[in-house]
C-alpha cells in the first residue's frame, strides 16, 4: 500500500512521547508498506535526512504554536472549532497536502493527532485514521475544578473540543487511543460507529537494554518536561507531600526531574536541596539506568506512560501512582508498586530503597512482561494489521 502520513510533529529528535510514537509507528509501517511523510516542524533542524531512511517523500511546514492574543485566536471565541485548531491552520500546509493529492493515489492518509486532522479531509475520497486521540486530560481538568469561574472557563473548552472531536471523527473511517479508558471516552462524546482501536505506547526493549554501569544509591527519576501540565502537577504533588516523608527515613535520597525545564513553573515547585534539574538529555537511557527507582506519581492525564516503559525495560523499578499506570497490563508487586497518597506512596519508595532483593525482583519482572507485551515491534503489528484493515474495508 502507499501510505500518507500527516504530522503534527516531526518525528527527529525523538525527544518526546508524541515523537517516540509517531517515529516508532511509521517505522513499523516502512517495514510492509510505502510511506510518504508532511510534517510540521517546532523549529530549525538537523535531522531532516533521517526520515528520508523509512519514507520515500518528507516535507515539512514551519509549526506556528497558538497564541491565545493573537486575532484568529479571538476571533475563534465564535467559533465552533477549538480556538487552537483555529490560529494554527497552515495555509502552506493546506498547500503541500493538496499536491500531493494531485500526484499521487494514496491507499490511507493517516493524521498523527487530531491537530494535523484538517489536512486529511483534503483527501475526500481516501480512507483516513487519526492516530492517537487523547481527551483524558482536558476532561478531567473540568471535571475536577471546584473554583466558579475557571469550571465555567474548562467547561466550555471541553464541549468545544469533545464536539469537535465527534465532528471529525465522523469524516474518518477510524481512529486510535492508547488505552481502554480513552476508548469509552471517544465512545461517549461520538455517535459514530467507526472502529476505534487501541494501540499502546511502546518502547525499543533492545535499545534499553544496553549497560550503562551500577545504579547510585538512593536516587530516584522523573522523566517529563514540566511544561506539561500533568507533569508539574505530579512533580508539585511529589516534592510537597511525599518527598519530605522519604526524607525523614532516607535523609540522603536524591531525585533527578529530566526534559526541558520551565524556568517560571519551576520555581513554582516546592524548594528542596535533594532536587536537582537535569535539562533536556539528549539520551535519557543512563540516568535513567543509573537510577534506582522512577517515581510516577502523575495524578491527571490520559494515554500510557511512556516513561514507566522506559524505566522497566533498563530494569529501573517503579513505584506510581493508579492513574499514573493506567491503561498498562502491569501487575501491582510483580511489575511494580502501587500507591496513591503521600503516605502510601513514601512508605513504597522506602521499602523499595530499604529492601536490595525486592529492587532486584520487581526489576527482573519488569523487564520481562515489557518485552513481552510492549515492544515497537509487536504493537507496530498491531497498528499495521489496524490500517490494513480500514484501507480495505
Known amino acids: 500500500m502507499k501510505i500518507l502520513n500527516i504530522s503534527r510533529w516531526y518525528p527527529y529528535p525523538a525527544d518526546n512521547g508524541s515523537k517516540i510514537r509517531i517515529l516508532n509507528l511509521i517505522k513499523q509501517l516502512a517495514s510492509a508498506h510505502e510511506v510518504e511523510l508532511i510534517s510540521f516542524v517546532s523549529e530549525s533542524d538537523d535531522h531532516l535526512g533521517e526520515m528520508q531512511r523509512y519514507c520515500s517523500s518528507v516535507k515539512v511546514v ?101 464536539r469537535y472531536t465527534a465532528d471529525v471523527l465522523s469524516q474518518f473511517n477510524g481512529c486510535t487511543v492508547v488505552s481502554t479508558a480513552e476508548q469509552k471516552l471517544i465512545r461517549q462524546v461520538s455517535s459514530g460507529s467507526q472502529p476505534i482501536a487501541i494501540i499502546p505506547n511502546g518502547v525499543d526493549v533492545a535499545h534499553y537494554a544496553a549497560d550503562f554501569g551500577l ?132 512508605a513504597a519508595v522506602v521499602r523499595l530503597l530499604k529492601d536490595a532483593t525486592l529492587r532486584e525482583r520487581l526489576s527482573r519482572h519488569g523487564r520481562q512482561t515489557v518485552k513481552a507485551k510492549y515492544d515497537w515491534q509487536i504493537i507496530g503489528q498491531q497498528f499495521n494489521r489496524f490500517v490494513e484493515q480500514v484501507a480495505t474495508s
Request: hydrophobic share 40%.
Open 62 to 162: 514551519p509549526y506556528k504554536p497558538f497564541q491565545p492574543g493573537r486575532l484568529k485566536a479571538l476571533l475563534a471565541f465564535f467559533s465552533s472549532k477549538p480556538r487552537s485548531v483555529v490560529d494554527t491552520y497552515s495555509l502552506e500546509m493546506e498547500r503541500l497536502v493538496k499536491e500531493a493529492q494531485t500526484q499521487h493515489h494514496y491507499d490511507v492518509v493517516i493524521a498523527y493527532q487530531i491537530d494535523v486532522a484538517p489536512y486529511c479531509l483534503l483527501l475526500p475520497t481516501t480512507p483516513k485514521i487519526i492516530e492517537e486521540i487523547e481527551l483524558t486530560t482536558m476532561y478531567e481538568q473540568y471535571a475536577k475544578e471546584t473554583q466558579f469561574l475557571r469550571k465555567i472557563r474548562r467547561g466550555l473548552m471541553w464541549w468545544k473540543r469533545s
Open 215 to 346: 545504579p547510585e544509591a538512593d536516587s530516584l527519576i522523573y522523566s517529563g518536561a514540566l511544561s506539561f501540565y500533568a507533569n508539574f502537577d505530579a512533580m508539585q504533588f511529589f516534592i510537597g507531600e511525599i518527598l519530605p516523608l522519604i526524607q525523614a527515613e532516607r535523609p540522603q535520597v536524591k531525585l533527578s526531574i529530566t526534559g526541558k525545564r520551565d524556568k517560571t513553573l519551576a520555581d513554582r515547585l516546592p524548594v528542596n536541596t535533594a532536587v536537582t534539574f537535569t535539562g533536556y538529555l539528549e539520551d535519557i537511557r543512563p540516568t535513567v539506568a543509573r537510577s534506582w527507582i522512577c517515581v510516577v506519581p502523575l495524578r491527571l492525564g490520559g494515554g500510557t506512560r511512556l516513561k514507566i516503559l522506559e524505566a522497566l525495560a533498563t530494569g529501573t523499578t517503579v513505584v506510581s501512582t493508579t492513574k499514573g499506570a493506567e491503561g498498562l497490563d502491569l501487575i501491582p508487586d510483580h511489575d511494580l508498586l502501587i500507591a496513591d497518597s503521600s503516605p502510601d506512596f513514601a
